[in-house]
């Protein structure tokens, strides 16, 4: 492995409460290289963060709540650490996660963005790599995806054929990313106009566009909670997600004869809103599929090609 250096962690915060102390405590575990942690604040009233802050943690005040990406941008300003990591405080590191996600990147040295796999605290592995929404691919998963998870759209969304293998994906989960740094700012960081969600995906497809990879590494394991903050501002949230699913699809078809495509898009989100609003089966998704007891034969997989 490359030596990467000093790592830059950089954690969005808005009120996390104990998840954050979580967060450091099992990171010392997760790496052996020296690292400094960012805590990107957008205005938290809990005190956690600059309860956190200490040796090796620095407190960055955003001043008002900008939001993931713009937070991350600022988290991420100022450094020439090669290797960055955007996190949420309310995920877990397993022991070593880390560095294997840093022998992923010198695996792959084209690639932009390294992505962990994500068990939710139930033990079901999270769909965190995933396709680039098409317009068949999307509508099919946002139609069934709620009440048949295995419907062919959302597999095919979510890359869910045969065990969790280790190489190029469409985007991966913001809930923590990996980032080459001279990839990041080849384009510029995350799209500060995505407030909440698809700013992970936004950026996924700006890095595919220049030529980087997008790469999942099974091999890394976190434990993501989620909702720590989104859940207290739940109503706002659900609109902020179809707010920002309209403003990805209808850049992906911005030509002037894309117009009436973009019209139905409108309404079609619109809809889908009214309805996950009162069904709140519909506006949590599809459920995972896959336990992650199939992380242990995914690695098993994985070493066995790295052997042959």
Known sequence: MDDPGTLRVVVVTYSPGASLRSFLSSLRGATTLPYTVVLADNGSTDGAPAAAAGPGVRLLETGSNLGYGGAANLGALGGHEPWLVVANPDVVW?????????AGGARWPRAGCLGPAIRTP?????????????LVRGTGHALFGWWWPTNPWTRSYRDEEGPPREGPTGWLSGSLMLLRREAFDAVGGFDPSYFMYCEDMDLCRRLAETGWSNVYVPTAVVTHEGGQATSRVAAAMLREHHRSLYRYLSRQYSAPVHAPLRIALALGLLLRYLLAARVRSMGEGAAPTRSAAVLQSAAVLDEADRRA
């Open 94 to 102: 397993e022991p070593g996660a880390l560095d294997e996600l840093l």
């Open 122 to 134: 139930a033990g079901e592995l999270y769909p965190s790599a995933r396709a680039f929404p098409s």
